[in-house]
């Protein structure tokens, strides 16, 4: 039906499980950057960067709901996979966001 076999039992869960603990660290990683760059700013003066990467960390933040949320639910239901499928989603999206945030503010265009 979704293209995946339920092994051991997890079915919609065995994504989601993978997404709920990476997503809570890419958290964690943001947070930690908004700060240095908070104490960067100091003395590069100041950019919109944490800005930025406080919104990759409502991506995140969505990843992380939406997977927990899918988990919960009955593999057998469709909002588990549309929940799965969000926190997929918001994932990657967020990565893709957070890699070009460092590498605008690497060279310096943001």
Same mark, same amino acid.
């Given at each position: 039906?979704?293209?995946?076999?339920?092994?051991?039992?997890?079915?919609?869960?065995?994504?989601?499980?993978?997404?709920?603990?990476?997503?809570?660290?890419?958290?964690?990683?943001?947070?930690?950057?908004?700060?240095?760059?908070?104490?960067? #700013?100091?003395?590069?003066?100041?950019?919109?960067?944490? #800005?930025?990467?406080? =919104?990759?960390?409502?991506?995140?933040?969505?990843?992380?709901?939406?997977?927990? =949320?899918?988990?919960?639910?009955?593999?057998?239901?469709?909002?588990?996979?549309?929940?799965?499928?969000?926190?997929?989603?918001?994932?990657?999206?967020?990565?893709?966001? =957070?890699?070009?945030?460092?590498? =605008?503010?690497?060279?310096?265009?943001?």
């Amino acid at each position: 039906m979704n293209g995946r076999s339920p092994k051991g039992g997890h079915g919609v869960r065995a994504l989601s499980q993978h997404i709920l603990p990476a997503a809570g660290t890419m958290i964690g990683v943001c947070t930690t950057l908004v700060g240095l760059v908070k104490i960067a #700013e100091a003395q590069i003066g100041p950019s919109h960067v944490d #800005e930025a990467v406080s =919104l990759t960390a409502v991506l995140f933040l969505v990843s992380a709901a939406a997977s927990y =949320l899918s988990m919960r639910l009955d593999d057998d239901r469709p909002l588990a996979v549309r929940l799965e499928r969000i926190a997929d989603i918001c994932f990657v999206i967020g990565l893709l966001s =957070l890699s070009t945030i460092t590498l =605008l503010f690497a060279y310096e265009s943001i």
